[in-house]
């Protein structure tokens, strides 16, 4: 599929926001096709650098193609949790900035063939990367009623998640579930006519949320690659995360406010009686508010409604004794 098809989303604010040094070293993290990729490498000169990494198969062909035309490009094929090792694999520089984009892009959700797609029927899949793990489809073979309950539950934030699970256990005892149109049937029979409030949405769009995160372990990549990123950055060197539901920018929003408090933002620490000048550095500075897509990006593309951008830049100061302790959000690791 063509790579112009994957339209990214907040890309003049997210390259904006990383305020780019024409000599700098960064990462896209979440390379995709490329879109955030080429707008950095737009504005980098002779001598800056970028690294690309993505899980994807599909991802890491689109970005060998820009490698060989871009020497000042590099691309790994990696979970994002694994920026540490790759940074010092490549012996890279302290990062002037790290990005990342934590939306499925629209290649992968209408490749039937992956998985991912509601309106497409493929095999039940959903992984980022085919080749680790497993996939919705063995998920859904072995887990028990109350597993499937709690991972829709959990990750899908579905209030028929019971009602759900019960449905694909019945349907599984007759036949294995290994198709996306069998999944999605058995959730909208499931739910029926139940109202959610939201005529638009399609009723097992959820549970398809729910299992991608959940086999792609999204949220607790997520989770650990924060912390992670932080001690590649130099000072000055900026920290952005565009993130697609709640559940993400939930631990986004948590992380930096904790790396940009003293204590950990500990509320009971910040009642005790402390002078300001004796107060623990701090790793993080928040830059400005939280960013969503203006009326004129969600009617151009839809899927942009509930994009956030969240941005931090790195004090000169020390990283805690104890990094990352305390700063890995315990509920999604």
């Known amino acids: 599929m063509a790579d112009d098809v994957h339209v990214p989303v907040l890309l003049d604010e997210a390259v904006a926001a990383l305020a780019v040094r024409p000599d700098g070293t960064y990462i896209d993290a979440t390379f995709g096709r490329g879109g955030h990729a ?13 690294l690309g990494i993505d899980r994807d198969p599909a991802a890491e062909s689109s970005a060998h193609a820009l490698a060989e035309s871009d020497p000042r490009f590099v ?11 790759v940074h010092a694999e490549l012996a890279l520089a302290p990062l002037d900035g790290v990005l990342l984009d934590l939306g499925i892009s629209s290649p992968q959700i209408d490749d039937a063939a992956r998985g991912f797609s509601l309106r ?25 009623v109350r597993e499937l309950t709690e991972v829709i539950h959990d990750y899908g934030e579905e209030r028929f998640a019971q009602s759900i699970a019960g449905a ?15 999944l999605r049937e058995v959730v909208g029979q499931a739910i029926g006519a139940r109202t959610r409030g ?20 999204e949220l607790s990549e997520l989770a650990h690659t924060l912390p992670a990123a932080v001690p590649l950055l130099r000072a000055g ?3 952005a995360v565009i993130s697609f539901h709640s559940l993400e920018d939930r631990i986004v929003k948590r992380f930096l406010v904790r790396a940009s408090q003293p204590f950990a933002g500990d509320a009971r620490a ?19 508010r939280a960013i969503r897509p203006g009326r004129e990006e969600v009617l151009r593309n839809p899927r942009a409604r509930s994009a956030v951008l969240r941005v931090a830049q790195r004090t000169a100061d020390p990283l805690p004794a104890d990094w990352p302790h305390g700063y890995v959000d315990a509920e999604a690791a």
Request: proline fraction near 8%; avoid cysteine; glycine fraction near 6%.
């Open 75 to 85: 691309f790994r094929r990696a979970w994002f949790s694994e920026l540490p090792d």
């Open 38 to 50: 080429r707008a950095l490498l737009a504005l980098l000169g002779p001598t800056g650098r970028l």
């Open 168 to 182: 694909i256990a019945a349907a599984r005892a007759r036949a294995p579930i290994v198709r996306t149109r069998q």
């Open 237 to 239: 060197g900026r920290l």
């Open 120 to 144: 497409h029927d493929g095999p039940l899949d959903m992984r980022m990367d085919p080749s680790r793990g497993e996939s919705a489809a063995e998920f859904i073979a072995r887990a028990t």
């Open 198 to 217: 939201d005529w638009s949405q399609d009723s097992a769009t959820r549970t398809f949320q729910a299992l991608r995160l959940f086999v792609n372990r």
């Open 270 to 288: 910040a009642r005790l009686p402390i002078a300001t000048a004796s107060l623990p550095a701090v790793p993080l500075t928040l830059v400005g």
